[in-house]
């Protein structure tokens, strides 16, 4: 039964600015997802180069992150954002000026930086937002300002840069709303359990009850990472240009799903809703790697947004639920740590294991890896950091 406190309103300035800046902040990462990997190819690297490029953007955004995690609550979340979007915007800049690769892959590192800082920042802030009793439904909800990104970021991102050819463009763009993201983080006034006033918080740099839900996340995560660096080659060696119209697709389910399984989430449990949607992941994937026409591939991702989109806010509303407020900051540095790891992983290992296979065979591949959170939960539920049957 839904207590008072759960009826506390959700949407408020705060909460609908957070979700236009990390939807820009994003938009500005998905832009040049179709044409990043052949900008690496056309400056001399091979198709393990742009699974390393991916790995170390995201390998780069998590060093920091247990540190991170330790401080937030005392140096504020709304400083870590606006760390995290300048410094994303500088390496931007950096890629604008179409450096060699080392110098390239230098300035990508440097966006991973800002990336993590944006991700963590962001990801405290919305769940300290949420009223008692509505994690779940927060952070689906807020969190579907990423998939819209990805419906309309690389669609626009493929336009353009067929319409013109120009690598710069794609770049300076990409800056450009970066710094829109950075206007707009000026207006959120973040809460008192953000704004470093919990000098009692101990610094650690990892807390063991958020274990559990950031190993599935890790498993979850390594499949996207394949997704977003292997799907505009796949759709290439297939003559399918539907890397832009896949997104829409993921984007329109993922808005649908998640305001859906937020609350289903927070009224039955959050298994109910992951564990199906580990199955459903599973599916898209299997269908990706056959899918050689139109249909079967837009198929596979709405397979993948209801799977994704039903498994990663009610994991976030998992590992939030596991830690108290003073620890909070540290628990989600924990989780996202798990998230980036995941796609560092999934892009760098599927990069070097095209070396022996193609790309369905890889795809394949991440479809036995999306079930295996599923034995993870059932191994590990009476552990820390997890919620009981």
Known sequence: METEQGKERLITLNFVVLFLTTYFVFFASDFFIPVLPFYVVEAGGTKTAVGLLMGLFTFTSIVL?????????????????????IVYALGGLGLAALPPLPAFFFFRAAQGFGWGSYLLAFNTLAVDLAPPGRKGEAVSLIGIAPPLSLATAPFLGELIFTAHGSFIT????????????????????????????????????????????????????FTYGGMITFLPLL????SLPLTGPFFIVFAVIAAAVRSLCGRLSDRYGRASVF?????????????????????????????????????????LALAADSVAEAERGVGMATFTLAFDAGISAGATALGLLLRWFDYAHIFLFCAGIALLPLAIYYLGRKGPGTEQP
């Open 235 to 238: 759709n290439e060696s297939r």
């Open 65 to 85: 992150r247990p540190l991170q995690g330790s401080r937030i609550h005392r140096t504020g979340c709304k400083k870590m954002l606006l760390l995290g979007i």
């Open 275 to 315: 564990l199906p949607g580990l199955v459903l992941l599973s599916i898209s994937l299997i269908i990706i790697s056959l899918a050689d026409t139109p249909g079967l591939l837009l198929l596979g991702a709405f397979f993948f947004s209801c799977g994704m989109n039903s498994t990663h806010p009610t994991i």
């Open 170 to 221: 794609v770049f300076l763009i990409s800056v450009a709303v970066a710094l829109v993201a950075l206007g707009l983080s000026l207006v959120i006034k973040e809460p008192r359990s953000c704004q470093g006033q919990l000098p009692q918080a101990q610094p650690a740099l990892y807390t063991p009850k958020v274990l559990l839900p950031s190993i599935m996340i890790f498993f979850i995560t």
